[in-house]
């Protein structure tokens, strides 16, 4: 069957093309989203080759071989896989027809537009991948729509403006937002999130890191990578017990690293490389279990755990340079360091810091015992001038 689908001046081709697609139906397990996660993260990048205007011979493949959900002797297009092909359009509204889509994985093309609002009546989609293709415009809404939903990856796009709080209401396993313009802050809704991965890398996001973190049951990685997020990180991070990745490089925050950090028992990498961060390192955080790479280079530590200058386990990683410690190598000069040092940030004061005390924040209570237990840990130290 050959067709031809015309948009806009732009021409599609589609290969549908599918198979044994319930296996995407099941949830995925930690090691697979873990292994989503580490797959190409920040190191995919648009085809820079120019498009080719020319009408070319479009090519169309549909194979209908899975069978309706509510019909089994009905074969119906359950999944579409288009990554790579180089196909440049806008998706035509005509595909919120495909009902039964449960998959659409169009990653590395070069689609533009948005998601046709038709898509709202795809309410199987289980996974969506849009990533490195030129959409553009808000968060694409119609996602919201779909119940089943557990994989949303729309990185590497020029998608904008604020991510609506819903985003984090929804039953997600993984949520790849990274490589795009978004702004504004990270909504509180962030504490009712069932991923088990966030990607914020690479926009533009604002403002503190939610208090509401700490309520996130799942999470295993989560990655803030060069925005402009900034003030002192909240106590409740230490609550995230089965975080395994936490990558807060290339922000603005500022004051101590709160002592809670110790809490992530099953660190592995933390990376919190260029800040304004100030103090002294907590102590046992080399001491972590699990951690193998501690990078807090480009920050303005003073002082850090003996654990970190000498590791009793040669299997961590720590990189230290860049800052105001005395005694190490490749440290900022005191020109540079003074002015910071000198006007310390108070974290107990600061709307970002401090903790265990806002609106967001369930109160503790004798029913609560992690929250009881974590509210008895004082605010952390001033560093020394
Ligand atoms: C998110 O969780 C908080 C409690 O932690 C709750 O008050 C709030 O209503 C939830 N938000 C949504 C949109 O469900
Ligand atoms: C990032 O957001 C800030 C504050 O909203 C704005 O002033 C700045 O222009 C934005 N930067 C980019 C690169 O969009
Ligand atoms: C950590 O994971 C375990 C096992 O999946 C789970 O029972 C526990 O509730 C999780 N804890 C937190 C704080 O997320
Ligand atoms: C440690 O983490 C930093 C920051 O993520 C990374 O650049 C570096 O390559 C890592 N080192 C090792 C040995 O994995």
Not at 293 to 300: A, D, E, G, P
Not at 363 to 371: C, E, F, G, I, N
Request: net charge negative.
């Amino acid at each position: 069957m050959a067709n031809l689908i015309r948009t806009s001046g732009c021409f599609l081709l589609f290969t549908f093309f599918f198979s044994s697609f319930l296996s995407y139906l099941l949830a995925l397990t930690d090691a697979e989203v873990s292994l989503i996660a580490h797959r190409q993260l920040l190191t995919l990048h648009d085809n820079e080759e120019l498009p080719n205007e020319f009408e070319f011979e479009v090519d169309v493949k549909v194979t209908f071989a899975n069978k309706a959900l509510d019909d089994p002797k009905l074969s119906v297009v359950a999944g579409v896989d288009l990554n790579q092909a180089d196909i440049a359009g806008y998706l035509p509204s005509e595909m919120g027809l495909m009902t039964d889509l449960a998959l659409f994985h169009i990653n590395s093309n070069r689609f533009c537009g948005v998601l046709p609002d038709s898509f709202s009546k795809l309410t199987l989609m289980h996974e969506l991948d849009i990533s490195n293709n030129r959409f553009v415009g808000s968060f694409p809404k119609v996602v919201l729509n779909w119940p089943n939903l557990k994989y949303l990856d729309i990185r590497f796009n020029d998608f904008e403006g604020c991510l609506p709080e819903e985003v984090f209401v929804k039953d997600l396993d993984a949520l790849f937002l990274n490589n795009n313009r978004f702004g504004c802050n990270i909504p509180e809704s962030i504490g009712n999130s069932t991923v088990s991965v966030v990607v914020f890398a690479n926009n533009n996001f604002t403002g503190c890191i939610p208090h509401s973190i700490g309520n996130m049951a799942n999470l295993n990685e989560i990655i803030f990578i060069g925005n402009s997020l900034g003030g002192c990180f909240p106590l409740e991070i230490g609550m995230l017990k089965n975080a395994t990745v936490f990558d807060a490089s290339f922000n603005q925050f500022t004051g101590n690293l709160p002592s809670t950090f110790a809490d992530l028992k099953k660190i592995e990498d933390l990376n919190l490389e260029n800040n304004k961060l100030t103090g002294i390192m907590p102590q046992n955080i080399c001491n972590l279990p699990c951690l193998k790479n501690l990078t807090f280079s480009s920050n303005y530590f003073e002082g850090e755990d003996q654990a970190c200058l000498s590791p009793s386990r040669k299997d961590i990683v720590v990189d230290d340079t860049g800052n105001c410690l005395a005694n190490r190598p490749s440290q900022k000069s005191s020109s540079t360091c003074l002015p910071i040092l000198s006007n310390p940030v108070d974290c107990s004061k600061d709307k970002c810091g401090g903790g265990f005390s806002t609106p967001h924040h369930k109160p503790p209570s004798p029913k609560s015992s992690t929250l009881a237990s974590k509210a008895e840990i004082p605010p952390p130290s001033k560093p020394p001038l």
